[in-house]
């Protein structure tokens, strides 16, 4: 009767040392810690937010803004919490088990369904700029995660497979540990020609629109298949090294950037093998 009684008694208190600590490592966590549940889902919005933001501006002054303001709330709710019966979420095992039931689906939809990355690059300007904030899905290549790098087939069902005008990311062929971002411009089988900086898919030019002229770049709208979208060229920079004919061999795709001038693409390095896939670019912020 007296262990009964002495196991629902209300005698336990956060610790504010412990409280600030977890709120500065994971203000999220924190809050179940303090018995303040329903913060945690508004400090787990800020961490995220904050995160892509340091990411943008190559500053980490959000994520410690976040951190050191859960670590002073944390403690503050601590030292001011009443004694309680201690519940399953304000202990370490029942912590860390919250910790995991957030972060494991977290991570299975990076991998499997969609991601997004901050663009280190500008060949891809002027449709992605460097700092700029892509979504991409993922769904569509998920067999390429399960095929090792010795396969030479098609993994992809033709539903699923990139059409003429997509922007994909994937594995870089010289590097493939470095993830890449460019353009679809040819396809299997397709023939792809470039001659004074303008691109033929398979005999027939792609069409073009001027846009814009300035003393360095004119910028075209580009039609390829069904995709349009804008292209920057150099006016004054000369890229004969780039120009010629290949024909993209089975289960490979022939990718550029938009920043012609300013992209390492196919025409120097060579095609994209279909199993290099990764996502498919659906936003841009």
Known sequence: ???????????????????????????????????????????????????????????????????????????WLAKKSTSRVQSWTNRIWGLALILLCIWAPWFGMRMFVMDFFVVPAASMAPTINVKDIILTTKTDFIPNLFTDEAHTGSSLSDSNKPKRGDIVTFKYPVKPEITFLKRIIGLPGDTITISDKKVSVNGQPLPLQKINEDIRITTWREQNGEAVYLINVANSLPRDQAEGSWTVPENAYFVMGDNRDNSNDSRFWGFVPEHYLSGKVMAVF
């Open 1 to 75: 009767m007296t262990s009964e009684t002495h196991a629902s008694s209300p005698d336990w208190k956060p610790n504010t040392w412990v409280a600030g600590l977890l709120g500065f490592l994971t203000p999220y966590i924190a809050m179940f810690y303090v018995s303040k549940r329903w913060l945690a889902i508004p400090y787990f919005v800020a961490a995220l937010i904050a995160g892509v933001l340091s990411s943008k501006h190559d500053s980490s002054i959000a994520i410690f803004s976040v951190m050191l303001i859960g670590a002073i709330h944390a403690a």
